[in-house]
């Protein structure tokens, strides 16, 4: 159907053509690392509570529906809430590089503070609790902090991009993808901060001409591997 | 799912707007309203003949088509105002560079969108005449360059929740983001050392990008006067 716009070519990981049998391959992946509890579900050991229960643990990357707009909702929660306190910590250490580090990441906190009340509002009652984190020296190491917001950023940007797809309700999808763009901005600044300009060709603001979408099995396999959440 | 409540989301009602401006439109009365703003004229007349399926509310393929055309003309118009740009713009150091890196990209997004609407069994529109008036020169590139970026987010938001193609989404949730990516270097390069809110900023609407429909579109780009024929 698309030649340059393609699923195979944006998808490289299979975001998008995860079927419900991947899904299911994926639970059980999940319960061999982890355990259930009533009140989240644990991959890799951690508590991941953007994830309900392991009967839910899974978008739906075929069927779409209102009850997977909510988990959708959550998991876009619970990195929300994940990079608010990333940068709200790195503020309260103030260990930035420059002036203009400091200024990115008091904006940012302000932007992701806002995408987890507005997702919390949509959600109301089935908005999942914020996990704990620790993000170690990556708030505390100007250097570190540069490069871990820069991955943060990129992997938001291919997270939102790889679930707007998924959701059912248009006017979830409008949210979501309000909220994308925005983390698109936030990649493209921290990059240009990190390159000290446009840069060389694998730093730029804009890498490449279209982003890649993340599945959510990515994106879970690379925040559970940072460690950054502690518990529920 | 009775807690999803858009008004939380949608600060300025931009979301509802550009969701119900076009689609409860006929295309009788968007034209009619297109005509008596005034500047629209111009560009409503250009768009006519390229977007067929405006007026369906509901999502459909011809929608789809009509969606992909609208793209098509807002990159082919970025992509043309930055290769101008790189070769008259009088263009030096990172601004030079910035015009050419981002020519690349929206051309990539042309051949694209061109392909996809061929693809989808459609007549691909060709490539309009541009008149930037010198707005993408010397000390005005960046300015201009700044207000088309941010028009091509607000764009792609607006049309995001109006495909049906799952396919197409994923496309456009690709393509909007290095828009904004786009957006957040020109205004880095604008002001640098500024603190970065307001009207001029990396995120010009703050927390939230701003959807606007295919009627705002298209009479900002209209008054614009940057198509000057087809």
Redesign the interface.
């Known amino acids: ?5 393609k ?1 195979e070519t ?2 490289t990981d299979g975001a ?1 053509r995860e079927s419900a049998e991947a899904a299911g391959l994926d639970r059980s992946a999940f319960l061999k690392r982890g355990a259930v509890t009533g009140a989240g579900f644990i991959a890799g050991g951690v508590l991941f509570s953007g994830l309900a229960s392991p009967a839910q643990a899974a978008i739906s990357t075929r069927n779409r529906s ?2 997977n ?2 988990k959708i909702a959550n998991y876009a929660l619970t990195l929300e809430y994940l990079e608010a306190d990333f940068y709200r910590q790195a503020v309260k250490n103030g260990a930035f590089a420059n002036e ?1 580090y400091r ?2 990441a008091a ?1 940012t906190f ?2 992701e503070a ?2 987890v009340k ?1 997702l919390r ?6 908005a999942v609790k914020s996990p704990t984190f620790d993000f170690g020296d990556t708030v505390t190491d100007p250097q570190k902090f540069g490069a871990t917001a820069q991955v943060l950023e990129d992997t938001g ?1 291919a997270a ?2 790889g679930q ?2 998924n959701i059912l ?7 979501a ?13 921290i990059r ?1 901060l990190n390159t000290g ?2 840069g060389e060709t694998n730093r ?3 890498p ?6 993340l599945s959510e099995k990515a994106v879970l396999s690379a925040v559970t591997k940072t460690g950054f959440i502690t518990g529920s | 799912m009775s807690h999803l409540d858009l008004n939380d989301v949608d600060v300025d009602g931009a979301v509802r707007e550009a969701e119900e401006a076009v689609a409860t439109d006929t295309r009788a009365t968007f034209f009619r309203k297109a005509a008596i703003t005034g500047g629209t004229i111009g560009s409503a007349a250009f768009f006519g003949g390229m977007l067929p399926g405006i007026a369906e509310a509901a999502p459909s393929k011809k929608q789809d088509i009509a969606i992909l055309k609208y793209a098509l003309t807002l990159e082919y118009l970025e992509a043309a105002f930055y290769k101008e740009a790189a070769r008259d713009g009088g263009l030096t150091g990172q601004q030079l560079e910035a015009a050419r890196l981002l020519n690349t990209d929206e051309q990539t997004h042309v051949t694209a969108l061109r392909s996809t609407i061929r693809q989808l069994g459609s007549r691909v529109p060709s490539e309009p005449n541009f008149d930037f008036k010198g707005t993408n020169k010397g000390d005005k590139f960046l300015g201009t360059a700044f207000v088309l970026e941010n028009v091509g987010v607000r764009a792609y938001l607006g049309q995001a929740g109006r495909l049906k193609s799952k396919a197409l989404l994923a496309a456009a949730a690709s393509i909007v983001t290095v828009e904004a990516r786009h957006a957040a270097a020109i205004a880095l390069l604008l002001n640098p050392g500024a603190f970065q809110t307001g009207s001029k900023s990396i995120s010009p609407s703050g927390s939230f990008d701003r959807a606007s429909s295919m009627k705002k579109i298209l009479g900002e780009v209209g008054d614009t006067g940057f198509i000057t024929g087809s």
């Open positions: 159907l698309l030649d340059h716009i699923l944006l998808d998008l209102k009850r707009d909510v203009q200024v990115f904006l302000e932007h806002a995408h507005a509002s949509l959600l109301g009652k089935a940007v939102y991009a707007g797809p309700q248009k006017p979830v999808v409008q949210a993808l309000s909220i994308h763009s925005v983390e698109a901005r936030h990649a493209a600044w240009y300009g446009l730029l603001p804009a490449k001409a279209f982003d890649t979408p």
